[in-house]
């Protein structure tokens, strides 16, 4: 690829009884724009005794989107927020200076099969708001903007892009965009986006400068300057990006600042068991032995 490009690979971890494939951070890229995670959950049967529950755990200095393509997650937090996601809506949970959540499959979602497919995504506060309360946003798919550009079937998940806004803005200049193809079409974003651009291939593929770049597989275009892509036929991408924070983040398992000093903050009090909880819940994840 060319020098101002970059092919990362779906890597595979292990949440228990639910793996992902991880996109974000990768050694030779941190960041996206504000994105500093990005984790493909699926396509995965759900049932028979095997569920996706995530216990208690903590964040700072980030939000979190979930976005289904398939079946259904129960986000419970410890602002008191209970919303069941569903494929096409937006959940957004901006932790701010501390917030605890599960994620769970629904209870009546429980008993029988199905299957989940989805992305998790953490995208980094600027500096200014690392402290802010804890809140949770909820957008259902029947409030995402979409719209047909010849063959193209688009939908502006979050930010601006296309010259078009979404109702979840964020809080520095992002975009995230779900864009399907029937056939095989160009994508040209000369002056549509605006910052470092990542093509996630959720299905098909898509080729760049002779390069093709396949599902489980993501394309970091550093500015969307004469940014185009050819989209083969029944090929379903995702667009992240942005203008990058400008003071570097630093991660602690699921902690996000820009001061290495405020995740150690964070880790005593997760230890210690300082963070608000979850109404009614009294699970609990430790920090991990591994990390430092």
């Not at 994105?35 to 995530?54: C, E, K, L």
């Not at 986000?75 to 069941?84: E, K, L, M, N, T």
């Amino acid at each position: 690829m060319a020098n101002n490009k970059l092919i990362v690979d779906e890597r595979q971890k292990d949440l228990g009884n639910f793996m992902v494939g991880r996109l974000l951070p990768f050694r030779k890229k941190r960041q996206v724009g504000p994105f500093t995670f990005i984790d493909h959950m699926g396509p995965a049967r759900i049932g028979d005794g095997s569920y996706v529950d995530v216990d208690q755990h903590p964040h700072i200095g980030l939000s979190t989107l979930t976005y289904l393509f398939e079946g259904e997650i129960e986000h419970r937090d410890s602002i008191g927020s209970v919303q069941v996601i569903r494929p096409g809506d937006v959940g957004f949970m901006t932790s701010g200076r501390g917030v605890t959540h599960t994620e769970r499959t629904p209870q009546d979602g429980r008993g029988k099969m199905s299957t989940l497919h989805g992305y998790q995504i953490w995208v980094a506060l600027p500096k200014a708001q690392e402290e802010m309360e804890p809140r949770f946003d909820y957008y259902p798919s029947t409030d995402i903007p979409s719209w047909t550009q010849g063959p193209l079937q688009i939908k502006l998940v979050a930010g601006e892009a296309f010259g078009q806004s979404a109702p979840l803005k964020g809080y520095s200049p992002l975009f995230m965009v779900d864009i399907f193809t029937e056939e095989e079409t160009t994508l040209d974003l000369s002056g549509h986006l605006k910052g470092e651009v990542a093509f996630v291939i959720v299905k098909g593929s898509i080729t760049s400068q002779g390069q093709k770049v396949e599902a489980g597989q993501m394309l970091i275009s550093k500015t969307d300057e004469e940014c185009e892509v050819c989209l083969d036929a029944n090929s379903q991408i995702l667009l992240f990006g942005g203008e990058p924070l400008p003071e570097e983040r630093f991660l602690m398992w699921n902690f996000v600042s820009h001061s290495k000093e405020r995740l150690k903050q964070a880790r005593a009090e997760w230890v210690d068991k300082q963070f608000p909880k979850v109404p009614g819940d009294e699970t609990y994840i430790p920090f991990p032995d591994f990390i430092r």
